[in-house]
């Protein structure tokens, strides 16, 4: 089933959603077999139409809906595929986007229901949900996506500050390339993760690198509020992007 999103049930179906109307929801699923696998599909920005599935409604941004754990389990009890990607610019499962929004209850449920935790399409890197929650600072998600057994890159572990993994990449002959160690130098300071930014500076990093959002890691370190962190930097010989020639 597609519905388009002005659709009377589209829009009964969100709203239920979105208010964490349970009761309304259980009716709407008793009521139209197929309901718990629609996609709602809707015109995009660049061309073309996108869809997504219920459970990407429930944990669509900003996230935390009203009984959204509750929901995702009523979803999961009624049929709906909590793996099935979004279709559109990006394959993002409804696992992405709970971590996109730092929504850790719902985050559990969806594993708890079977979610890949290591499923591709991130928006970031076209990786697994630790992606977007690491670049877009929803920490909770993103620690607790490693509790639950997620798998960390270099970049990764350095903005959550698991210096152990970090140097377990230095170990034996492939070893990280001069713009990955950059790379995770800047993510550190992103995460505010002064020793591991310490240590990655010792290996090479590049300390003035202009990355991510045109910032450089002492940019990336203010934005985060990380204050002690940017004054370090700063001692350090540390630039921010607007004063670097």
């Known amino acids: 089933m597609t519905l388009t999103r002005d659709d009377v049930l589209a829009e009964a179906t969100v709203r239920c959603i979105q208010q964490g109307d349970l009761s309304g929801m259980k009716t709407l699923l008793d009521s139209n077999p197929g309901l718990a696998t629609a996609r709602i599909s809707q015109p995009c920005g660049r061309g073309g139409t996108e869809s997504r599935t219920l459970m990407?409604?429930?944990?669509?941004?900003?996230?935390?809906?009203?009984?959204?754990?509750?929901?995702?389990?009523?979803?999961?009890?009624?049929?709906?595929?909590?793996?099935?990607?979004?279709?559109?610019?990006?394959?993002?499962t409804p696992l992405h986007w709970a971590a996109s929004s730092d929504d850790v209850a719902v985050l559990d449920e969806l594993l708890d229901g079977g979610a890949a935790i290591e499923a591709a399409g991130s928006v970031i890197d076209g990786?697994?949900?630790?992606?977007?929650?690491?670049?877009f600072g929803q920490w909770g998600a993103a620690r607790r996506l490693v509790e639950r057994g997620a798998r960390t890159t270099l970049w990764q572990a350095a903005a959550l500050g698991l210096l152990d993994r970090v140097d377990a990449l230095f170990v034996g002959a492939s070893r990280p390339s001069p713009q990955d160690v950059t790379n995770a130098f800047?993510?550190?300071?992103?995460?505010?993760?002064?020793?591991?930014?310490?240590?990655?500076?010792?290996?090479?990093?590049?300390?003035?690198?202009?990355g991510h959002d045109h910032l450089t890691p002492l940019d990336a370190a203010r934005r985060g509020?990380?204050?002690?962190?940017?004054?370090?930097?700063?001692?350090?010989?540390?630039?921010?992007a607007k004063d670097c020639g």
Do not use: Y
């Open 186 to 210: 800047w993510c550190a300071c992103h995460g505010g993760q002064r020793t591991t930014a310490e240590s990655l500076l010792k290996r090479g990093a590049d300390l003035n690198w202009i």
């Open 225 to 240: 509020g990380f204050i002690e962190l940017a004054d370090w930097l700063q001692s350090q010989g540390g630039k921010s």
């Open 127 to 135: 990786g697994p949900p630790l992606s977007d929650a690491v670049a």
């Open 56 to 92: 990407h409604i429930v944990t669509d941004w900003p996230g935390h809906f009203p009984n959204g754990a509750a929901m995702v389990a009523l979803l999961i009890a009624a049929g709906s595929d909590v793996n099935a990607p979004f279709e559109g610019f990006h394959p993002e």
